[in-house]
């Protein structure tokens, strides 16, 4: 079980940068791979981004080039660096982590609380 609590939201013009950041109950030596989703409401939950426990990065074609992912496993912490943000980045964006476990074979999925992300014109 883990906890996942993230924090740096809030309003920001069009243009803009925000640091969002992700503070693990625990170690998340074991979590692959964690990241990033947002959601506008009346719409599904959407991939940001994704970094393994080997740094492996991923991003959805809209925030490439402008959304940075990371992981800092030493203090338990993902982020995710976004610049030039837009308008249509307005969303709330959720923390992921996914563990595998040897033990039973199953895939555990985890989210946090969520936090907003509003980006005025």
């Known amino acids: 079980q883990v906890q996942l609590v993230e924090s740096g939201g809030g309003l920001v013009q069009a243009g803009g940068s925000l640091r969002l950041s992700c503070a693990a109950s625990?170690?998340?030596?074991?979590?692959?791979?964690m990241g990033w989703y947002r959601q506008v409401p009346g719409n599904q939950r959407e991939l940001v981004a994704t970094?393994?426990?080997?740094?492996?990065?991923n991003y959805a074609d809209s925030v490439k080039g402008r959304f940075t992912v990371s992981r800092d496993n030493a203090r338990n912490m993902v982020y995710l660096q976004m610049a030039s943000l837009k308008p249509e980045d307005t969303a709330v964006y959720y923390c992921?982590?996914?563990?595998?476990?040897?033990?039973?074979?199953?895939?555990?999925?985890?989210w946090g609380q969520g936090t907003q992300v509003t980006v005025s014109s």
């Open positions: 970094i393994s426990s080997g740094g492996r990065t």
């Open positions: 992921n982590a996914d563990f595998f476990s040897s033990r039973d074979g199953a895939l555990y999925e985890y």
């Open positions: 625990r170690s998340i030596f074991s979590l692959d791979p």
